[in-house]
């Protein structure tokens, strides 16, 4: 069965820097798209970064372009997201997603914490 977990977050202060990790199994990583999402206290949970299978493509939500970056390791089944610049409005709840013979699976998220 298709598993997503998540690690990596923590609590910062604003400008620091994390690194989240989602390591995927149960279905061909290699061949899939990956996304990263987060859900702010009382609020929606909102899209944040795609990475296609093979890295030649990433998008982001306008809000973190140049300070987060959607990388993947293929061999290692894992997604990750580098978080530069912290800043309090990036606190969260971060998941990864992913699409997968047409169902939607979603690990159980980390939370990341930003306050001085």
């Known amino acids: 069965q298709v598993q997503l977990v998540e690690s990596g977050g923590d609590s910062v202060q604003p400008g620091g820097s994390l690194r989240l990790s989602c390591a995927a199994s149960?279905?061909?990583?290699?061949?899939?798209?990956m996304r990263w999402y987060r859900q702010p206290p009382g609020k929606e949970r909102e899209f944040v970064a795609l990475?296609?299978?093979?890295?030649?493509?990433?998008n982001y939500i306008d809000s973190v372009k140049g300070r987060f970056t959607i990388s993947r390791d293929n061999a290692k089944n894992t997604l990750y997201l580098q978080m530069n610049s912290l800043e309090p409005e990036d606190a969260a709840v971060y998941y990864c997603?992913?699409?997968?013979?047409?169902?939607?699976?979603w690990g159980q998220g980390t939370q990341v914490t930003v306050s001085s």
């Open positions: 149960g279905f061909t990583f290699a061949s899939a798209a």
């Open positions: 997603n992913v699409l997968w013979s047409w169902k939607e699976y």
């Open positions: 990475i296609t299978s093979d890295s030649s493509n990433t």
